[in-house]
């Protein structure tokens, strides 16, 4: 299974990496909206996690702009939102996309880990 | 008693009863009291809120103590009868005499000055003007009148009003101070007050019909009122009489709204200033327009106030901005150190390690439930949910475990069952307990006390309440219950006065209540907030 992580704060972004790898996953990672849009644009992923709160652009842009630009389908599916501040608007804005929510930090590991490997 | 016994031996020389200059046969005919002198004086003073009309009756006596018992009960008889008089006469709320119970002790632990200042507080709903002329046109006496105007001059102002009204419309009108000058005299020259119906026409005032008409002058206005018929037909000697009968309630009604508008208006007044001067502080208070002795009580109030209530409310306001960057800066990379221990917990490590491991982890875990906590505190979202008492003071104690780490912890229930759920806001239940326990920490710790301790009692009542007793074994609380509940009122040097403050509210608020409970020993706080709340 091929994994794209984006996240900005680098603990995170390498632990899963690790985690994810452990279970048998090709993971990329980065830390910039930008250069994922560039890799999702140049690679298929069949999973991406998103942080929403990135250095340069939101996550939401990531997932609109690989929606309108590489008409990526699947967005529902691809697509899962890790972020620590799910507020209303938040969780409308994802439900409009279709993806997953999971807050950080999470309830659960191992179900955490189950969600994006589904 | 010995004392009672020698003043009855006293000689009667006179009773002295002060009402002002309300003539109570006005309203009762004389057959219904006695007194053994004529009320002669009363002060008919305000109630400190403005929100009653209060008669205080101040007597000077003389005499036996069975002479003035007597008088007494004849003058509560006498008032009982003014009192619904004056109720029924201008549909007044009444509320019963709040003194009318005579101590004959306190009687005489006051009578060697021959003074006794007891008060009768006789009190009336206040509400709009109009509501009380319009009830002046439904008494019987006055059945045939069917208007009443009323104008107003506010001493220095450089106009007056006219109300007028009737059973179902009320105008307003504006007029210059000599219009009002010249009507004020020519119902003053009227000797019978129906007088000269020309000096009306002559004006535009849209008075019509015979009418009953008097001046006063009163404190801070200069008022007359007129009641028409709306016909021609004469006023009876009857009606013109009675009419002067209620001249002296009149004048105190009136004076009371009077004094209560032109109080709401410094009042809103002063608000808008204040508004304008916080908002704008650079803004020269002379420039503006207003009272000048309101100006200057005002000039005083904002020197002494608005620097610290700036400083305070800055200072909150920068907490808050505070808890928020941290909560969002430190939680990423805790959750950070969370994954990459549970990562570490799976590599091959020896027994030492994998303890350090775990401890590393216990800490994180620690250090994101303080930060949700925080997070909670500060929801700004009122949602009830059922809360088990215990366990949030449980979880405030953790959240304050650097001020109260040493503090001997005892929560007790007054029933067997170990928890007590209530439905309320967590938040806010959870933010009182929290200043409760840093206030209770920190003044222990000030004064060193060897052991110290907070005992926490929760009780079910019956009344459907729960009650919680907040008590410590600290220094104690020296200052008033109304003191420590106030807003910026604070004994420690750094405090911003406002912790008990907020709890009040918080509790008010829950639809509970918080009070400072008389204890020898340490701080005594009792909560009561009802099982079922709704929080609006």
Known sequence: MKILIIEDELLIQKSLKKLLERKNCEVDATALGHEAIKLIKDNSYDRIICDLMLQDISGFDVIEESKTKYTLNDIRTKFIIITAYSSPQVLEKASKYGCKVLNKPFDSMVEAIQVFLS | MENLNNTSNQEVTSLKIFLGDLDLESFIPTDQYSITEKISEANLILEKDHKGLDLEIT?????????????????????????????????????????????????????????????????????????????????????????????????????????????????????????????????????????????????????????????????????????????????????????ESINLPLKFFINQYLTQESYNNKINQFEELADQILDNPSQQLNKLEMDKTLRLSFEKLVKKQSKKSNFHSEKLNLLGELLNTLRHELSNPLFGLQLSTELLKTEDLDPDQHEMVNDISTAIQRSQSIIENFSDLYKTNAQTESIDIANLIQEVFTLTKSESRSIK????????????????????????????????????????????????????????????????????????????????????????????????????????????????????????????????
């Not at chain 2, 907020?502 to 008389?518: A, D, F, H, W």
């Open chain 2, 59 to 243: 007597y000077l006596f003389n005499g036996s103590l069975n002479r003035i018992k007597s008088d007494l009960n004849n003058l509560k008889t006498c008032l009982n009868l003014l009192f619904k008089t004056l109720s029924r006469h201008y549909l007044c709320k009444p509320k019963p005499f709040i003194n009318s119970k005579i101590n004959t002790k306190t009687l005489h632990s006051l009578y060697p000055d021959g003074i006794i200042p007891t008060l009768f507080t006789l009190s009336f709903d206040k509400s709009d003007i109009s509501l009380f002329l319009q009830s002046l046109l439904k008494i019987e006496k006055f059945e045939n009148y069917k208007t009443i105007h009323l104008f107003t001059h506010e001493k220095g102002s450089s106009s007056t009003n006219q109300i007028t009204i009737d059973l179902e419309n009320i105008d307003t009108e504006s007029w210059s101070v000599q219009t009002f000058t010249t009507l004020f005299n020519a119902v003053k020259k009227s000797k019978n007050r129906s007088f000269g119906q020309s000096s009306l026409k002559a004006s535009n005032f849209q008075v019509i019909g015979t009418c009953l008409a008097h001046e006063f002058i009163l404190q801070t206005h200069n008022v007359v009122i007129i009641m028409t018929r709306n016909d021609f037909i004469a006023q009876t000697p009857q009606e013109i009489k009675n009419f």
């Open chain 2, 409 to 536: 912890q005892e929560i007790s229930f007054n029933s067997n069952e170990p928890n007590i759920n209530i439905t309320g806001n967590k938040t806010w239940l959870a933010q009182v307990f929290f200043n409760l326990i840093i206030n209770s920490a920190q003044a222990m710790k000030y004064s060193r006390i060897d052991t110290p301790k907070i005992t926490i009692k929760i009780q079910d009542t019956t009344k459907n309440q729960t009650e919680i007793h907040f008590i410590d074994n600290g220094p104690g609380i020296r200052e008033t219950e109304s003191d420590i509940f106030s807003p910026f009122f604070t004994t420690k040097t750094d405090g911003t006065g406002l912790g008990l403050n907020i709890c009040k509210n918080l509790m008010e608020k829950m639809n509970g209540s918080i009070r400072l409970i008389k204890n020898d020993k340490g701080a005594y706080f009792k909560l009561v907030l009802p099982n079922e709340n709704t929080n609006n």
